[in-house]
Structures are given as structure tokens and as C-alpha cells.
């Protein structure tokens, strides 16, 4: 009867061995499971084309940042003060249609120095409405900026849930000046300074990455990195092993 009863009931410290030699999976929270699944869509894009699968082809500009409303609530530096910051500024279309198609527009924009210990800051632009909700959605436009862009995605600072926007401040196919505002907490646009761009730089291999260059002082929502970093993560080891071109 004893060996019947050890042969039904499995030996405990075989089980807790088991059990920590292979415990069990635990679910893949949706955020991380939106993102590897744009990881590999994005990485299958790459290896067929040989190039960037989003954004692949923009034009570069200098410009300059004019921060003329500091927002100083928001513990960020580059909105601390008053301030003129020298930056590049870099216009494309997601899909790299034909100017006239319709397609999301992107901006990219980064600032030497204005990232944490030194390093540049990344920020990134979508087509998108301005309303609280609409501010998340993006916008397809037949010229990459004749409307309004956003971060699309939110960032924190001191607290505080943050959405920046790029407004041009005429009606034209390529403008050449853009109000910066700024959003606490899906509240109103607060209007913090200007950018106005200079001259159009060469094509150049610039890759612009949020999640490394994040803007000192915010820091994104573990959800939002859990979207983009597998993605950028591609984008990094694809970006050694293809040509780049003009990023």
C-alpha cells in the first residue's frame, strides 16, 4: 500500500525543484506585447527594403529653439528659462510617399546638451489633432507639416502627465517657423516658445532616439517605453548592419 500511495503523490522536493528550475510564465502585459509585435513588423520591413521602415526619407534643416514662456513648473531645463538653443531639425513622411500624398507627417528635432548628463535630446512629432483625446490620434495630411504635430505619446515631469506641440504659424506647404506648446495634464496648449529654421543641411544619417536622448527632466510612462523600446531596439542593431542613407 506505501508504494502505491508514494507512486500517486509526487515527491514535494522533486515538485519545488521543478518548480524553480521552470516556473511558470506570466502574462505578457498588452503594452509589451503591442511592442514586439511592432518590433517585428518594423524589422521584417527593414531586412526587405534595406532601410529605415518608418520615416526612411526627410530633409534637414539648422534652426533654433526661442524659449520665450519658461514653464519652470515643470522641472524640465530646457523650459526652466528664458533661452535661445541651437538645434536640428529634420521634416519626413511615414511611409516616404510623394509630397501631395496623403501620409502622417513627422518631425524630429533634437537639442545638444538638453538631454540628461549632457547628451542630446530626441523629440518627435506626429501629424495629430490638438483636442484632448484627438491629441493621441494620428492625422494622415498631404504635406508632412501644414497642421498640427504632437509627441503623440505622454511623458512625465514633476508629476505631471506632458504633451508637446508643434504649431506652424502660417498656412504653407513648408513653413519655416513653428510654435512650441506644452500640455500639463491634457490641459490646455500653453504656448512656451518658437522654432525657426535656418538652413537646409545635406541629407544626413542622424538617427533620432527618444528613449535614449529623453529630454532631461521628464521620463516616459513605463507603458509608453514598453511600446517604443523593442522598436527602437530594431532600429539600433538594424541601423549597424544596413546603409543608412539619409535617417
Sequence with gaps: ????????IPDVSIARRRYAADPPSLPTPPSRAAGVALAAVLG??????RRKPLHAVGRTWDAVLRVDAPVPDLGVPLLDERGVHACTFRVSRALSTRPGWWDVGGVAIRVPGAGAVGRPADLLFATTGTGRVTRHVLRPVRFATEQSLTTLLPTRAAGHSVVLLLQPTALDDEPREYELAVSVDGGPWRIAGLVELRDELPA??????PIVNELDGTSAPPWVVAIREPAYRWARRLGRRTPRGDA
Design 204 to 209: 544626413a544619417n542622424t538617427r533620432f532616439d
Design 44 to 49: 521584417t520591413v527593414a531586412r526587405i527594403t
Design 1 to 8: 500500500m506505501k508504494n502505491v500511495i508514494a507512486r500517486l
